[in-house]
């Protein structure tokens, strides 16, 4: 069976970076479009960034110029790295991805900004 496991999150201060990495594992597959949401506590989840077979890239205009997701197919593997964290981008950090035709989603990293 699929899963997807996140990892890296974790407490930095304001202006620290962080990487996060997802990793699929448990059958043959492939995954067209990689996705990362986040969610904060009383929000909705919302879409972070994604990336598409062809290296296509979107991010959420708060995180701009500060995250870079990439993926590398040979690991199965999606990562996110975030820069100059703010406050602001304290949540849980979910990976997504369709295989097959079928949604998967990992059970979430805690990434905590604070002082």
């Known amino acids: 069976q699929v899963q997807l496991v996140e990892s890296g999150g974790g407490l930095v201060q304001p202006g620290e970076s962080l990487r996060l990495s997802c990793l699929a594992s448990g059958s043959l597959f492939s995954i067209n479009t990689w996705d990362w949401y986040r969610q904060a506590p009383g929000k909705e989840r919302e879409l972070v960034a994604f990336?598409?077979?062809?290296?296509?890239?979107y991010y959420a205009d708060s995180v701009k110029g500060r995250f870079t997701i990439s993926r590398d197919d040979a690991r199965h593997s999606v990562s996110l790295q975030m820069n100059s964290l703010e406050a602001e981008d304290t949540a849980v950090y979910y990976c997504?991805?369709?295989?097959?035709?079928?949604?998967?989603w990992g059970k979430g990293t805690l990434v905590t900004v604070s002082s």
């Open positions: 990336i598409d077979s062809s290296t296509n890239t």
């Open positions: 997504y991805a369709s295989i097959h035709g079928a949604p998967y």
